[in-house]
T-cell receptor, first 118, second 115 residues
Framework: ETGVTQTPRHLVMGMTNKKSLKCEQH?????MYWYKQSAKKPLELMFV???????ENNSVPSRFSPECPNSSHLFLHLHTLQPEDSALYLC?????????????????FGEGSWLTVV | AQKITQTQPGMFVQEKEAVTLDCTYD???????LFWYKQPSSGEMIFLIY??????QNATEGRYSLNFQKARKSANLVISASQLGDSAMYFC????????????FGAGTRLTVKP
């Protein structure tokens, strides 16, 4: 059983809809991420939260809006998406430390949310 | 800039045989971590194995081992005794430091295990 859970697993939405993806991590980690995986493209980092503060936003369109209410939960709010936004959205978490260790560097992923925009 | 290269888009292996998935990377940093993930068709990205740049011994985790050649900047994944359930996409990834938020991924290799 994965330590990072995502809901819903599948979502179909129209371009005018508003929906949200939810992520919860049960690992006690201090950093959470949203990644986008499109067909035939490498994983793209969208957002990073460390200690509940956003530390990185890789020029993601404003129709994607993240929210991190606490260290265990992460949301991705979706609004007026385009068909090209259809992809697998992966949530992840890690316990980031200054030292070098497997636990301090590994990013653990959830099962992903398959999004289709029609 | 970091770059991860996986030159094998697809690989086939007979059940119970070993297979090597290639990965090369490019970085000027001295401290970094190398990772392999497995992604079945369901979508979940499953962590398999980790190798630190300062680790002198190759990492092993059950049937997975990482053939780390630092001078060549390669980190190949070896899967021994392949099973049908090993059929999936495999991604090599690198992270420079714990404070580097982005983990860079290769394009992946699709492994198919034949019965």
């Amino acid at each position: 059983e994965t330590g990072v859970t995502q809901t819903p697993r599948h979502l179909v939405m129209g371009m005018t809809n508003k929906k949200s993806l939810k992520c919860e991590q049960h690992l006690g980690h201090n950093a959470m991420y949203w990644y986008k995986q499109s067909a035939k493209k490498p994983l793209e980092l969208m957002f990073v939260y460390s200690l509940e503060e956003r530390v990185e936003n890789n020029s993601v369109p404003s129709r994607f809006s993240p929210e991190c209410p606490n260290s265990s939960h992460l949301f991705l709010h979706l609004h007026t998406l385009q068909p090209e936004d259809s992809a697998l959205y992966l949530c992840a978490s890690s316990q980031d430390t200054q030292g070098w260790s497997q636990d301090g560097n590994t990013i653990y992923f959830g099962e992903g949310s398959w999004l289709t925009v029609v | 800039a970091q770059k991860i290269t996986q030159t094998q888009p697809g690989m086939f292996v007979q059940e119970k045989e070993a297979v090597t998935l290639d990965c090369t990377y490019d970085t000027s940093d001295q401290s970094y971590g190398l990772f392999w993930y497995k992604q079945p068709s369901s979508g979940e990205m499953i962590f398999l194995i980790y190798q630190g740049s300062y680790d002198e011994q190759n990492a092993t985790e059950g049937r997975y081992s990482l053939n780390f050649q630092k001078a060549r900047k390669s980190a190949n994944l070896v899967i021994s005794a392949s099973q049908l359930g090993d059929s999936a996409m495999y991604f090599c990834a690198m992270r420079r430091r714990a404070v580097d938020n982005d983990m860079r991924f290769g394009a992946g290799t699709r492994l198919t295990v034949k019965p």
